[in-house]
């Protein structure tokens, strides 16, 4: 059982860049989640979704986009990079918004 | 306001000793609490979790404890290991939100043999 699987673990850009990351869970859970977390700070949501085909905007959506096409898959884009979004993000996904959250290992970007 | 900085909050305890760590929600229409425990490199790992209906909840080792009336959460560790030092979050799901689940700072918890 996989869990949360990230992809990629690793990405360097150049600024004005676009990447999308992608977030894989195969616990058939309804609620996925996108965090970034910066040196020294807890995790903040960037966007989330409550099942396939809805996206929400979480607590700094500005910059990226979401979309959830599938169940078990949630997209994270970045259509122009810029060295503030260096970062390293985390997916998580939960069964119903009052279980906990399982999360991927991460994905540590870097914009130069 | 939000503060902003680049040191979490740290507590160090002497191995054996009982530890609290203390969180602070803001939003009293959150329904249910997690405690995450982040290692170094990894993603966070749950921990346990309380509704809102209760106030106490217990686990191997982990207990927490929930103020609703000064929004508050606290995580007491027993017998602190060198295995628990990590950093420790608390997040809170609000209710009327459906789904939002939001995290608070981190503290972290350094444990001496």
């Known amino acids: 059982n996989a869990g949360v699987t990230q992809t990629p673990k690793f990405r360097v850009l150049k600024t004005g860049q676009s990447m999308t990351l992608l977030c894989a869970q195969d616990?058939?859970?309804?609620?996925m989640y996108w965090y970034r977390q910066d040196p020294g700070m807890g995790l903040r949501l960037i966007h989330y979704?409550?099942?396939?085909?809805?996206?929400a905007k979480g607590e700094v959506p500005d910059g990226y986009n979401v979309s959830r096409l599938k169940k078990q898959n949630f997209l994270l884009g970045l259509e122009s990079a810029a060295p503030s979004q260096t970062s390293v993000y985390f997916c998580?996904?939960?069964?119903?918004?009052?279980?906990?959250?399982?999360f991927g290992q991460g994905t540590r970007l870097t914009v130069v | 306001g939000e503060s902003v900085g680049l040191h979490l909050p740290t507590l160090s305890v002497q191995e054996g000793d009982n530890s609290i760590i203390n969180c602070a929600y803001s939003?009293?229409?959150?329904?249910?609490f997690i405690w995450y425990k982040q290692e170094s490199g990894k993603g966070p790992q749950f921990i346990i979790d309380i509704r809102s209906n209760m106030d106490k909840r217990q686990g191997q080792r982990v207990t927490v404890l929930l103020n609703k009336t000064v929004k508050h959460l606290s995580l007491q560790i027993a017998a602190t290991q060198p295995g628990d030092s990590a950093v420790y979050f608390c997040?809170?799901?609000?209710?009327?939100?459906?789904?939002?689940?939001?995290f608070g700072q981190g503290t972290e918890l350094s444990v001496k043999p």
């Open positions: 997040a809170e799901n609000i209710g009327n939100q459906g789904g939002k689940l939001i």
């Open positions: 998580a996904s939960s069964s119903t918004s009052v279980n906990e959250a399982f």
């Open positions: 979704s409550v099942g396939e085909g809805t996206t």
């Open positions: 939003n009293s229409a959150s329904d249910y």
């Open positions: 616990m058939n859970h309804e609620y």
